[in-house]
């Protein structure tokens, strides 16, 4: 039985990333694309990557179900659109190729446990997650997205996960990364549209404003930076540090060199489940992750995916978020 198209490009990936570079020909290609889909998580973890995921659920609670939206309670389904790439363990497709399986994913679906929902996945591109909020297309995004001051003019939220970024670069390049100065004169990849980015266009100024030399920032959507990262056209890549630091583990040739808050330096991130301001879900789904930190199936949600390190010990509503950059 052959396997998925997906799953088989990442199986070769797994195998050695970083070794594929030096590859000719559309196959080696294909893999470097490929973001590495190994079973273990950076802490050791084994991961289930079978479309049979057994998710934690936990019981309806009526009180905290009655605070959705007429609307929502009466369709049934609570939509939720995902950014769905290949950037396992938060949100990615399992070995059937269809099935979305993650970290968010599974958040997701305890929050729907608890409101009597069924919880409809919509992947979409990371644009078309807000694009579908403000359309009303879709109730909620649950997909790493971080709490930030400029979103929240538009968006509430509430919090389920802390914001760590990570910087991963090939090991053995000596790249430590605590601050801007540490990129000076690099070159750096990110995905646009993300805090990640605004972080590093923020640094990139200081280090101009520090008599260094700017940031080179290079950007790619998905999962292309990877073959960047291993022929050299960049230094770093900053990103989520869960899917950064998973990478890492499967092929064995990178590593995460720095970690860094992604709400700024004088803001803890926080990543929240996301709703179009006002329309009132937001008080539903705190006390629905509420409900879930307190009867403990949060944290196994998380320890299941490697990320313990990232739970908060409470859900808050549009806490104090990245900063609006000067410009």
């Known amino acids: 039985m052959s396997l998925p198209r997906r799953a088989l490009v990442a199986a070769v990936a797994a195998v050695s990333l970083l070794g594929l570079a030096a590859c000719g020909g559309p196959a080696g290609a294909e893999a470097e ?79 729907g446990n608890v409101l009597g929902l069924k919880v409809e996945f919509n992947p979409v591109s990371w644009e078309n997650i807000f694009v579908g909020l403000d359309a009303g297309k879709y109730d909620a995004g649950l997909s790493n997205i971080t709490v930030t001051e400029a979103r929240k003019e538009k968006y509430d939220f509430a919090t389920y996960r802390l914001d760590i970024l990570g910087f991963e670069a090939k090991k053995g390049s000596g790249l430590k990364v605590t601050g801007a100065k540490d990129l000076a004169g690099r070159t750096v990849g990110v995905s646009s549209g993300t805090n990640q980015e605004k972080l590093l266009i923020a640094w990139s100024e200081e280090d101009v404003r520090n008599s260094l030399k700017p940031i080179d920032i290079k950007y790619f959507q998905g999962v292309e930076f990877y073959l960047a990262l291993s022929s050299g056209r960049i230094d770093a890549y900053v990103g989520p540090n869960p899917s950064l630091s998973f990478h890492a583990k499967q092929s064995g040739e990178t590593e995460v060199v720095g970690t860094y808050s992604g709400g700024g330096a004088d803001v803890l991130g926080k990543i929240a489940a996301t709703t179009r301001k006002d329309n009132g879900l937001v008080k539903a789904l705190n006390a629905a992750i509420e409900e879930t930190i307190r009867n403990g199936t949060y944290a196994q949600v998380l320890k299941r995916w490697g990320l313990a390190n990232e739970a908060v010990q409470s859900s808050e509503i549009n806490p104090p978020g990245l900063p609006k950059t000067a410009s």
């Open 33 to 111: 694309l490929a973001p590495a889909k190994g079973s273990t998580a950076p802490d050791g973890t084994t991961v289930n990557l079978t479309a049979d995921q057994k998710r934690v659920t936990t019981p309806k609670v009526d009180a905290i179900a009655a605070l959705v939206p007429e609307e929502i309670r009466r369709r049934g389904t609570l939509t939720v659109a995902d950014n769905l790439g290949t950037t396992p363990p938060l949100e990615f497709y399992a070995d059937d190729d269809k099935t979305v399986i993650g970290v968010e994913p599974d958040i997701a679906s305890l929050i």
